[in-house]
């Protein structure tokens, strides 16, 4: 038998107080990033598998008639969230959500004013949806390894920063919702009904 005198002390795992919160900020970060991973991973498992193609002609290459181009027959050909609909739409949107609420707030959030307008429900605003979107979908290529150093970079500059000037501009897509953190407030605002064809003046 050993002798428990002798036995080695189990070590210490206690993280200490004043590092909690950048601990549970990590993990935060890291369950939106397996979120988003499996959502990629969901993309890539319906999209159909591909060939090598033989190079195409002038023969082979069918016209835009004979394809029904731009008629969306097999779904969208795009992954920009105003193209989705239905389930593709929602899986998109909670994905979208965790990158605005785990990333892109705690760190360009800023404060709310009058001149800096937010909205905590800014999915129901579909101008804002939308170019959320668009700007995720930029720092997904420009934070990629692949794109280089300057990705980043580039990301600030020539997307990030137009994004923030229209998103929280005075009169952009918030300007009925939240302008002070004590009064919160939203409303979307109307849009014109289109113009119907022949309509009686």
């Known amino acids: 038998m050993s002798d428990p005198s002798t036995a080695t002390p189990e070590p210490d795992f206690r993280v200490p107080d004043e590092d909690l919160d950048d601990l549970a900020t990590t993990l935060a970060r890291t369950m939106a990033e397996v979120r988003h991973h499996g959502v990629i991973l969901d993309r890539l498992g319906t999209e159909p598998p591909t060939e090598p193609a ?5 023969e082979t290459v069918p016209s835009a008639e004979d394809t029904g181009a731009g008629q969306g027959d097999d779904g969208p050909a795009s992954v920009f969230i105003l193209a989705l609909d239905g389930k593709a739409y929602v899986t998109e949107l909670a994905a979208l959500t965790d990158w ?3 990333l892109f707030l705690p760190v360009y959030g800023r404060e709310i004013s009058t001149t800096r307008p937010w909205c905590d429900q800014w999915h129901e605003h579909p101008e804002a949806v939308a170019r959320l979107h668009a700007l995720w979908l930029a720092w ?4 990629d390894a692949e794109a280089g150093l300057s990705g980043p970079s580039t990301w600030h500059r020539d997307h ?3 994004t923030l000037a229209h998103l ?4 952009g897509p918030f300007a009925a919702c939240t302008t002070s953190p004590t009064r919160p407030n939203h409303r979307v605002l109307t849009t014109p009904a ?3 064809a022949g309509a009686v003046r």
């Open 54 to 58: 033989a190079r195409p002609t002038a």
């Open 100 to 102: 605005v609420n785990y």
């Open 140 to 143: 997904q290529q420009l934070t």
């Open 160 to 162: 990030l920063d137009h």
């Open 168 to 171: 929280r501009a005075p009169d």
């Open 194 to 196: 289109p113009e119907t």
